[in-house]
Every structure is written in C-alpha cells, then in structure tokens.
C-alpha cells in the first residue's frame, strides 16, 4: 500500500521568507501524481500544485515550487516571499497514474505559521 | 462556477443519535468522494460513487455508516448511531472522471458527538 510521510508536523516563517515543507512516500508505482493541498481554517482543501512522475521538470506555480527527487521518494513544496495568507495546513498527497481515480492518499500534514 | 457544496457546516449531537451530511458536487462532476479527516490528520476515503454506483467503499464502516446518491447527483452520507469517535470533519469531494481530473473539496462538516 502507499503511504506518504510529513515529518514536519509544525512549521513558521518570516513573511517575504522562503520555506521548505517535506514529503516522501512511499510506492511500488512507476508512474504517480504527487500533490500538496493547502488547508485553511475554511477546512477546504485548495490544490496548490501537482507534479506528475514521468515529468523530470519540477512542477511551478507563483510563488509555489516542488523539488520532486524521484528515487529518493521525495516531494518538497517550496514557498517564496510568504505571505500572511499563507498560513494553513499543508497536506502531500499521492495518486497512482492509472487507476480508474483510485482516491488521493494523504499525509498527516504540515501547520504552517507565518510571522509578521 | 460554484463549487462543491456541503450542509450543515456543523453538527453536534449525544451518542446513539443519528446524523446525516449532505454534498452537492460541482455540476459535471460525475466522481463523488466522502473522507473523513480526523483531528491532526489527513483526509481518509469513506467511499467513491462513479455516478450513482458506489465504486470503492471498503472503508465505510457498514455497520453504522452508509451513503447514497440516488440520481447520480448530490449525495448524503448517514451515521446511525453516531459514537464519541465520530466526531472529526466529514469532507465531500467531486470530480470529473478522468483519470488526471483534480478533486474539488467542499467546506466539510464538523461532528461533534457528545
């Protein structure tokens, strides 16, 4: 079975800061999405980004980035210039490719903290 | 377009009560998903409905829980009886179908079971 890993369960930043969450998982999967969902105190979950495995390049959107090491079963989400907004649960999840939308398999997640 | 839409936003009820949820997925969307998100944790599938056929609920506690979407639509999902460990956010969410569609997520329910 597959299972993702945050071991951050805390995180806080500086705003205008960068920080960096982690995830690995772990699959027997050649090919698999990967994503982070944020979780505001709305409690809905937002798609931040997705990455897809057979895609070398990382995965960018705004000020989101991923740093997606394929072998080492990694998936890290970057965050630059962070904003206030910013603040929320962050969870990584996994799909596997080809499985008629088998469901997201999610971590634990990670709070993020955002000083002023 | 509107997004996917749960009712209530919150409940509390005793034990041994019953309780139900409700979903409105995002129209088109013909993948429905129930999780529930524990305290501190991540989402959890209950069950997945491809239109009105539920496809995946080998999480769902049968023997408490149980779920419809009758017209392939909109959808409830039951506790009867609800106990202490049910209380956590019951979250819906909606796809098109397809094999890379991302998932849309509602607001969720809060139960509280006192």
């Known amino acids: 079975a597959q299972t993702v890993t945050q071991s951050q369960p805390e995180m806080s930043v500086q705003e205008a800061e960068t920080v960096t969450l982690s995830c690995t998982y772990d699959t027997s999967e050649s090919d698999y999405y990967l994503f982070w969902y944020k979780q505001p105190p709305s409690r809905q979950m937002i798609l931040v980004i997705r990455?897809?495995?057979?895609?070398?390049q990382n995965a960018t959107e705004n000020r989101f980035s991923v740093n997606f090491q394929k072998a080492a079963k990694s998936f890290s989400l970057k965050i630059s210039d962070s904003q206030l907004g910013d603040a929320a649960m962050y969870f990584c999840a996994y799909s596997p490719l080809f499985s008629g939308n088998t469901p997201l398999v999610f971590g634990k997640g990670t709070r993020l903290s955002v000083i002023a | 377009e509107a997004g996917v839409v749960q009712s209530p936003r919150y409940k509390i009820i005793e034990k041994k009560q019953p309780v139900a949820f409700w979903c409105n997925p995002i129209s088109g969307h013909n993948t429905l998903y129930w999780y529930l998100q524990n305290l501190g944790q991540g989402p959890e599938l209950l069950i997945r409905?491809?239109?009105?056929?539920?496809?995946?609920d080998s999480q769902l506690p049968k023997d408490r829980f149980s779920a419809e979407r009758l017209k392939g639509v909109d959808s409830t999902l039951k506790i009867q009886p609800a106990e202490l460990g049910d209380s956590a956010v019951y979250l819906c969410?909606?796809?098109?179908?397809?094999?890379?569609?991302?998932?849309?997520f509602g607001n969720g329910t809060r139960l509280t079971v006192t």
């Open positions: 990455q897809e495995a057979y895609k070398q």
């Open positions: 409905y491809e239109n009105e056929e539920a496809v995946d």
């Open positions: 969410a909606s796809s098109l179908g397809r094999t890379n569609s991302p998932l849309h």
